[in-house]
């Protein structure tokens, strides 16, 4: 009776307390709490309604910014009557697509607003010059995607946020929520499989199962705000955002100056748009007689440099297992590892300039490769010689050791038989 | 017919062994005369001659044979270790920035310092085997019983001496192999109880780092040296003073038998020149490969093992977990005490099942776990690997938690605290 008279009484005092930690827990930072939730004001009416519009606003950093629903949704948010609510001349309620681009852009262009978290204020400019812009703005097409379609309409967050639309991992499905619906797609005769090429390409790979987040995704090449396939001249500078040294090597030889003179879809021609294909060494010549005669100058060359290709590679590798056998050996590999990763930039530059088709480079740096992969060889073979002349040493020691063993052995016998 | 042919032939070889004698041993007389001069005087006040003709002339059991030869090939091996360990020390330095390179040095530059270093890691091999031999010979013949009893724990406790040296000088290399499997293993053992403490004393860090190798050097040359000279001269003792057990089913009697000279020495001597033969060709021809720098944010591709007792370790670790080890050392505990509550004098193998079951569950369950040790080749990639505290300062690259932001939840909140 006296314990169940404490509980109570323990519970009385406690109640009070429990319930500003509940509310502290819901938004998990206590300090957080009162700026964000500004929803706890008991005379603000939006919130009594619309109670998962305000949950998921509460998630975004809009929130954060004390930017409430009449700011961008007009009504007074005083009144506790709908239809009172509802009116007056500022009233928008929900916004069409339209009208979502000029309310964003209301801000999200103005640099004085923006100025204060370094956020850039061109992106209704380049939404104008965006395929995306262009239907919607100029054709008043409602398939075309406004603001709130890619960054949600409550929950905004910003692009490194990992739970945002627009984060690099999560980007790739936004784009799909319309570029694989085969009956919109169809619309515009898009196909609708770039997204699932793009995730098996080396591009996708990099950054589904590796997390890199310097491979590229749907807006790295299309951009964001101003998205649009890129022009046939565009291709190789887009590639060379990052792969800067191949599309030096790539204007330097004929195919850049065909992808300039729009006679060559720039990289995509050998190695697909989204697919982004990786061409082995051994495919090389096939890939060239794919665009040039079997027996034409250009498709020679593209054997001579498939050969070249294929060998440097073989003896990379021979390298790689001499140094391995070295350190299974005993040696000491730090000076040949380094000799062997000179050989391995050597074999990069190769794949730049093969993009120039340059066969005197290529001459020259496979004759690099070669002649390390030689010397490391060389220090493998020097090893083994060594392993060879220990092994010979052990003849004499087990020649003294069983000499000693059948000399102690009949002694043995002669003093067993003298006890006897 | 043969004898007189053969006569005129080997006369020449005799008159040259005979030219040989003449001139030889005026000049070997001459070094035993200036000996004699040098040592007549010591052994008048140090009876040395007529000690070491006793200790030779010792009169052992006649059923003493070539199993009683483990012990001797124990201590030979391990004073190859002494003396390849004492020439290590010479080149070895024990910091994390000049361990690995004094080792390349050792391996590459010091003359015949690769067969030193690969003497000493396949003594410390064969000196497992030996022990563990030794022990099964003694265990299985009953002669840890009274009043042999002492020298059996004696003996337990060299072995232990013999499993902290390889323990701890595993990590002497400080390659990436003897840093992850000593992280491992120091993990599993910290978890365990009462031997987690030492665990915790030995590492002397959060990860295993200059500390720990400081603290593993020092017990490695300094502290078990002293402790196992200790031990062996209790142990030789012991079995001087209460000489070798009779066969099961024979009373002692020590009033007959061989002089331990030259009977038993040769036999020794023998299976010491086969020991020490093996040893070298294992060193020969399999030395122990040389790994990457140790590194504490990355973990090593492949796993190579090169003592037994790392195998057993792992293989306890991997696959019986914390338990497994913990019930195993268990085990070894209850062999080592065995000799308390075993005081029945029976020693015939019939009339010992339990013994034997416990014998067999040991060797057989050691033997096991080393050959399932020697199928791990990889790391656990798993976050386990290291405690809470040494994860937040030493996380593997591979391991790395994504951080959204790239900035602290702290920094945040106190951004949102200057907040007006």
């Known amino acids: 009776m006296i314990a169940a008279a404490r509980f109570v009484i323990c519970g009385i005092f406690l109640a009070p307390a429990a319930l500003p930690l509940q509310a502290v827990a819901l938004l998990q930072s206590p300090v957080a709490a009162q700026q964000r939730d500004f929803t706890i004001d008991p005379d603000y009416s939006c919130v009594t309604c619309h109670t998962e519009k305000r949950r998921a606003f509460l998630l975004g950093t809009h929130s954060e910014r004390g930017i409430r629903c009449h700011d961008c949704h007009g009504g007074d948010p005083r009144a506790f009557e709908q239809a009172t609510a509802h009116t007056g001349p500022e009233y928008v309620g929900p916004l069409d697509k339209m009208a979502t681009v000029q309310l964003c852009s209301s801000c999200h262009s103005d640099p004085d607003q923006m100025r204060q978290y370094g956020l850039p204020v061109g ?5 104008r010059t965006s395929r995306h812009g262009q239907l919607l703005l100029e054709q008043r097409d409602y398939n075309a995607p406004t603001c709130t379609d890619c960054h949600d309409a409550h929950t905004i967050l910003p692009p490194n946020d990992a739970r945002s639309n627009v984060y690099p991992t999560n980007i790739a499905h936004t784009c799909a929520r319309c570029h694989e619906d085969a009956a919109m797609m169809g619309e515009y005769g898009l196909g609708t499989d770039q997204i699932e090429t793009h995730r098996a390409s080396a591009h996708g790979v990099a950054l589904y199962q590796r997390q890199d987040f310097a491979a590229p995704t749907c807006v790295s090449c299309h951009g964001s705000h101003a998205a649009l396939p890129p022009a046939v001249t565009q291709i190789a500078d887009v590639c060379g955002h990052c792969h800067v040294l191949v599309r030096r090597a790539f204007y330097a030889g004929p195919h850049g100056r065909a ?58 590798h021979a390298a790689e297992e001499a140094i391995q056998a070295l350190a299974r050996a005993g040696r000491t590999v730090a000076d040949v590892k380094l000799r062997y990763q000179t050989a391995v930039t050597a074999y990069n530059q190769i794949s730049q300039a093969q993009h120039s088709l340059d066969l005197e480079v290529l001459e020259d740096l496979s004759r690099q490769v070669s002649s390390i992969s030689r010397d490391v060889r060389a220090a493998e073979e020097v090893a083994a010689e060594h392993r060879w002349e220990h092994g010979l040493a052990l003849i004499p020691i087990w020649f003294l050791a069983l000499s000693a063993t059948v000399l102690a052995w009949f002694k043995l016998r002669a003093l067993r038989r003298e006890r006897r | ?102 080792i390349q040095y050792i391996v590459s530059e010091v003359p015949l310092g690769w067969l030193v270093r690969d003497l000493h890691v396949w003594s410390a091999n064969l000196i497992v085997v030996a022990i563990m031999a030794h022990m099964a010979r003694v265990f299985f013949s009953g002669t840890y019983k009274p009043p ?48 987690g403490i030492i665990a915790s004393v030995l590492q002397g860090d959060v990860v295993v780092s200059g500390a720990t190798l400081s603290r593993f050097f020092a017990v490695h040359v300094i502290l078990l040296p002293w402790a196992a000279f200790a031990l062996l001269l209790i142990h030789f003792t012991l ?23 030259p009977n038993h020495l040769l036999r020794s001597f023998v299976v010491g020149v086969l020991v020490l033969a093996v040893t070298f060709s294992l060193a020969a021809l399999y030395p122990r490969p040389v790994g990457d720098p140790a590194n504490p944010f990355e973990l ?88 809470g505290e040494a994860a937040e300062r030493f996380v593997p690259q591979e391991l790395e938690p994504q951080t959204p932001e790239g900035g602290s939840s702290a920094e945040d909140t106190g951004e949102e605290e200057d907040q007006p």
Request: proline letters at 6%; charged letters at 20%; hydrophobic letters at 45%.
């Open chain 1, 123 to 127: 992106e209704l400019a380049e939404y």
């Open chain 2, 1 to 102: 017919m043969s004898e007189t042919k053969d006569k005129p032939r080997l006369r020449w070889l005799a008159q040259i062994w005979a030219d040989l004698k003449a001139s030889t041993d005026p000049a070997l007389l001459a070094v035993a005369r200036f000996l004699g001069l040098v040592y007549g005087p010591i052994d008048r006040t140090l009876p040395i001659d007529q000690a070491a003709r006793k200790a030779l002339g010792r009169r052992l059991p006649s059923h003493a044979g070539w199993r009683h030869a483990l012990g001797g090939i124990t201590y030979l091996l391990f004073m190859v270790l002494v003396v390849t360990g004492v020439l290590l020390s010479f080149y070895y330095r024990p910091s994390v920035q000049e361990a690995y390179p004094s």
């Open chain 2, 239 to 261: 079995v001087r003073k209460q000489g070798i057990a009779p066969p099961p089913g024979r009373l002692e009697d020590r009033s007959e038998g061989v002089p331990f000279f």
């Open chain 2, 148 to 195: 042999r009893e002492t020298n059996w724990v004696v003996g337990l406790l060299l072995l232990l001496v013999v499993l902290a040296f390889g323990g701890t000088g595993y990590l002497l290399p400080w390659d990436q192999w003897a840093y992850w499997t000593t992280t491992e293993v120091l993990d599993t053992v910290s978890r365990a109880p009462l031997l």
């Open chain 1, 259 to 316: 992808a300039q003179s729009r006679d060559l879809p720039g990289c995509t021609a050998c190695h697909s748009n989204h697919g982004t294909e990786r061409i082995q060494p051994n495919r090389i010549a096939a890939t060239c007689t794919e665009c040039h005669e079997a027996d034409s100058p250009a498709a020679l060359a593209g054997l001579e440099i498939q050969e070249d290709a294929t060998r440097t590679t073989v003896e990379l």
């Open chain 2, 300 to 387: 090593p591709t492949e796993l190579v093992s090169s003592w037994i007792v790392v195998d057993v370790s792992l293989a306890l670790i991997r696959y019986l977990g914390v338990w497994g080890f913990s019930l195993f050392t268990l085990l070894g505990i209850t062999m080592a005490v065995l000799p308390l509550f075993d005081r029945n004098p029976e020693r015939r193998l019939r009339r010992r099942p339990v013994v034997l079951a416990l014998g067999l569950l040991f060797f057989a369950g050691y033997l096991v776990a080393w050959l399932a040790g020697r199928q791990l080749e990889s790391m656990p990639l798993d976050t386990e690997l290291r405690s």
